[in-house]
């Protein structure tokens, strides 16, 4: 369990320190060129979930990230023997929930930040919490496709 307990505090420690420093040194609205025509650093804040999705409603998307956090943990961590790849995908997903969680709590709203275009296309603006939660749901994904390989491939012999 140390993966996960290590995966999970760098993730989280990284977010919050990326977002105060944003925080210190920019305004909301304000957006540094980084790759012209690609990709800025753009502060805003994010009153809703995923592509803005139930925005305004932060107290619901405080219960539910409480909640899931706890499934997590009662369901798929506690009293299990994860192997290194398990520990890695839940500590990402757990410090990316941890993450917006905590700008929840403090700010009303998730902190977002980076800002890409893709072919004309201004993609909604995220943060580190954001594509550690996207990777670990692909690498629970892949574990569960592999896993689901492994008891076919057992069964057949």
């Known amino acids: 369990m140390k993966k996960l307990f290590g995966t999970t505090l760098i993730t989280l420690v990284l977010d919050q320190l990326i977002?105060?420093?944003?925080?210190?040194?920019?305004?909301?609205?304000?957006?540094?060129?980084?790759?012209?025509?690609?990709?800025?650093?753009t502060l805003i804040g994010?009153?809703?979930?995923a592509f803005s999705i139930l925005s305004s409603?932060?107290?619901?998307?405080?219960?539910?990230?409480?909640?899931?956090?706890?499934?997590?943990?009662?369901?798929?961590?506690?009293?299990?023997k994860l192997d290194n790849f398990e520990q890695?995908?839940?500590?990402?997903?757990?410090?990316?929930?941890?993450?917006?969680?905590?700008d929840r709590v403090l700010h009303m709203q998730v902190i977002d930040y980076l800002d890409f275009t893709f072919f004309g296309y201004n993609f909604p603006v995220f943060n580190l919490a954001d594509i550690a939660i996207v990777v670990s749901m692909i690498l629970?994904?892949?574990?569960?496709?592999?896993?689901?390989?492994?008891?076919?491939?057992?069964?057949s012999k």
Do not use: H, R
Request: hydrophobic share 50%; no cysteine; glycine share 10%.
């Open 19 to 41: 977002k105060i420093g944003l925080l210190f040194f920019m305004s909301y609205g304000e957006s540094i060129t980084v790759i012209n025509g690609f990709f800025n650093i």
């Open 57 to 80: 409603n932060t107290v619901l998307l405080i219960l539910i990230s409480i909640v899931v956090l706890n499934v997590l943990y009662f369901f798929f961590i506690k009293e299990k």
């Open 88 to 102: 890695i995908s839940y500590g990402l997903l757990i410090g990316g929930i941890m993450g917006n969680l905590i």
């Open 46 to 49: 994010n009153t809703g979930a």
């Open 140 to 155: 629970i994904a892949i574990q569960i496709i592999k896993g689901d390989k492994n008891e076919v491939s057992s069964k």
